[in-house]
């Protein structure tokens, strides 16, 4: 397995992933497209024989970073990709200094939630309704 940044001109690739994830953010390319191109974003990809296979997108400024989207294709699930990509993510924002990480996930997501679990992340408190009427998510959160 490659990591590496996301360019521009995988804006399809990275959609046709997030599209295989119901669970994920729902970005179209239009989407992926605008995010490569703010200047505090970041999306990390996994490559598996020349093909995206799996993604996670942040955002980083002054001390502080979002986690915005996680996905992998259902067929590389459960090879570690998305902890591979979970771990480099933050090693790469470490390296910059020290930052608080956040994100969000969807209380039912209980596979997201292990992943992050593992990772470090600890509970930080919920947002009601946040993926629709009855669908909370918690905030998860570590320092780096």
Same mark, same amino acid.
């Given at each position: ?52 296979? $799996? =993604?996670? +997108? @942040?955002?980083?400024?002054?001390? &502080? ?5 996680? !996905? ?47 990772? $470090? =992340?600890? +509970? @930080?408190?919920?947002?009601?309704? &946040? ?5 909370? !998510? ?7």
């Amino acid at each position: 397995m490659k990591l590496r940044l996301a360019l521009l001109s995988d804006a399809a690739a990275l959609a046709a992933v997030e599209a295989t994830r119901p669970q994920a953010a729902g970005w179209k390319e239009e989407g992926f497209a605008a995010e490569l191109q703010q200047p505090c974003a970041r999306i990390w990809c996994s490559i598996e024989k020349e093909k995206i296979t $799996g =993604f996670l +997108a @942040l955002r980083v400024t002054n001390g &502080f970073c979002e986690i915005l989207n996680v !996905a992998v294709l259902p067929l590389w699930a459960d090879k570690g990709i998305g902890y591979a990509l979970l771990t480099h993510a933050l090693e790469t924002v470490k390296a910059k200094g020290p930052c608080r990480v956040t994100l969000e996930v969807a209380q039912d997501n209980v596979a997201a939630r292990a992943l992050y679990a593992k990772a $470090g =992340f600890k +509970a @930080l408190g919920q947002r009601k309704n &946040f993926y629709g009427p009855g669908k909370d !998510a918690f905030i998860l959160g570590m320092d780096v």
